[in-house]
């Protein structure tokens, strides 16, 4: 269409006639006249609208979806945060709790043999002063440690203090081959000497080179004169075997030691020394035999006619 004066006055008329459906429509309402052709277009045009809604729909719910997704990841990062903390503190308790035990374990191993102890824990192994099996511990001679004082923990023999500074000490332990304690068989009372091995069991020496030694046996300390480097009666180890003597006055005897050298974490110096010697009294109690349980067994006795007939019950006692 050309732009002349009759068009332009033709789009202008178009325009007044829509402003004034508009207006009959809004005043209208409901009752509008113009509501059946409105309906009628929606007929039309209502299938056009919603195959765009169908296309249109996936790219939103995609959109909304990574919306969502964003929000669910920082709901899994702040869940993930928490369970962390959590598995941490529970973690921390269980330590905690693993920590208790060794120290309730430790104040009855000193209870039982009326040592007088102060508790420390362990704060660096390694090393030192020449010793290959070492460790520091947080108390020294702030705490009354002296040089040469029995260390222990709940188990039994850790070793003994080498050296003393102000608030840390250094102790060898038993395990280490230049460390050697007197000790004494339990019920026997046979006196020897154990030398450690590192990671080895320790290889003890009897003075009595023909004295019975069997495995399961148990040692203790047998203590030293003023009580240092040992106060008696604190655990060793036990027997695990006993090597026959080629000809000579003593035999191997290997004892496993109490005590894990490897995992030590709390330890008790004797400050104190008992008035008497324990003896065994501080040794673990030992387990207990199974009682024998008692079968019946029944024997069938045959009879002329070719029958079994019921025999004597017989009662029999197996371990």
């Given at each position: 269409?050309?732009d002349?004066?009759?068009s332009?006055?033709?789009?202008?008329?178009l325009i007044?006639?829509?402003?004034?459906?508009?207006?009959?429509?809004?005043?209208g309402?409901?009752?509008?006249?113009?509501?059946?052709?409105?309906?009628?277009?929606a007929?039309?045009f209502?299938p056009?609208?919603?195959?765009?809604?169908?296309?249109?729909?996936?790219?939103g719910?995609?959109?909304?979806?990574?919306?969502d997704s964003?929000?669910?990841?920082?709901?899994?990062?702040?869940?993930?945060?928490?369970?962390?903390?959590l598995?941490?503190?529970l973690?921390s308790?269980?330590?905690n709790?693993s920590?208790?035990?060794?120290?309730?374990?430790?104040?009855?191993t000193a209870?039982?043999g009326?040592?007088?102890?102060k508790?420390?824990?362990?704060?660096?192994?390694?090393a030192?002063?020449?010793f290959?099996?070492?460790v520091t511990i947080?108390?020294?001679?702030?705490d009354g440690?002296?040089?040469?004082?029995?260390?222990?923990n709940?188990d039994?023999?850790v070793?003994r203090?080498?050296?003393?500074g102000?608030?840390?000490?250094t102790?060898?332990?038993?395990?280490?081959?230049d460390f050697?304690?007197?000790?004494?068989m339990e019920?026997?009372?046979?006196?020897?000497?154990?030398?450690g091995?590192?990671?080895?069991?320790f290889n003890?020496?009897?003075?009595n080179?023909k004295?019975?030694v069997k495995?399961?046996?148990?040692?203790v300390?047998?203590?030293s004169?003023k009580?240092?480097p040992?106060?008696?009666?604190?655990?060793?180890?036990q027997?695990?075997?006993?090597?026959?003597?080629a000809?000579?006055l003593t035999?191997?005897?290997?004892v496993?030691?109490?005590?894990?050298?490897?995992?030590?974490?709390?330890?008790?110096?004797?400050?104190?020394a008992?008035?008497e010697?324990?003896?065994?009294?501080v040794?673990?109690?030992?387990?207990a035999k199974p009682k024998p349980?008692?079968?019946?067994t029944?024997t069938?006795?045959?009879?002329?006619?070719?029958?079994d007939?019921?025999g004597?019950?017989?009662?029999?006692e197996?371990?």
């Amino acid at each position: 269409m050309r732009d002349t004066r009759e068009s332009r006055l033709l789009l202008v008329l178009l325009i007044a006639i829509a402003f004034a459906l508009i207006t009959v429509d809004i005043r209208g309402g409901e009752a509008s006249p113009v509501d059946g052709a409105r309906g009628a277009a929606a007929s039309v045009f209502g299938p056009v609208q919603e195959g765009v809604a169908k296309a249109v729909d996936p790219v939103g719910n995609a959109i909304g979806a990574v919306r969502d997704s964003g929000e669910r990841h920082d709901r899994v990062t702040v869940l993930e945060q928490e369970n962390a903390a959590l598995k941490q503190r529970l973690g921390s308790d269980a330590r905690n709790r693993s920590r208790l035990k060794e120290l309730d374990k430790l104040l009855n191993t000193a209870g039982a043999g009326q040592y007088g102890i102060k508790a420390a824990e362990v704060i660096a192994i390694g090393a030192a002063q020449g010793f290959s099996w070492t460790v520091t511990i947080d108390a020294g001679a702030d705490d009354g440690l002296k040089r040469d004082m029995t260390v222990l923990n709940g188990d039994g023999l850790v070793g003994r203090v080498t050296t003393v500074g102000p608030s840390t000490a250094t102790v060898l332990l038993a395990n280490d081959p230049d460390f050697t304690v007197g000790t004494r068989m339990e019920g026997s009372d046979e006196l020897g000497f154990a030398t450690g091995q590192g990671d080895r069991p320790f290889n003890v020496q009897l003075l009595n080179g023909k004295a019975k030694v069997k495995a399961g046996d148990r040692l203790v300390t047998f203590g030293s004169s003023k009580d240092r480097p040992f106060v008696p009666g604190v655990p060793v180890g036990q027997v695990v075997r006993v090597d026959p003597s080629a000809g000579g006055l003593t035999r191997d005897i290997f004892v496993r030691p109490y005590v894990g050298y490897t995992k030590l974490d709390i330890v008790g110096v004797v400050v104190q020394a008992p008035r008497e010697d324990p003896r065994d009294m501080v040794l673990p109690k030992k387990p207990a035999k199974p009682k024998p349980t008692p079968t019946v067994t029944v024997t069938a006795t045959p009879s002329p006619n070719g029958q079994d007939l019921p025999g004597d019950g017989q009662v029999n006692e197996q371990e």
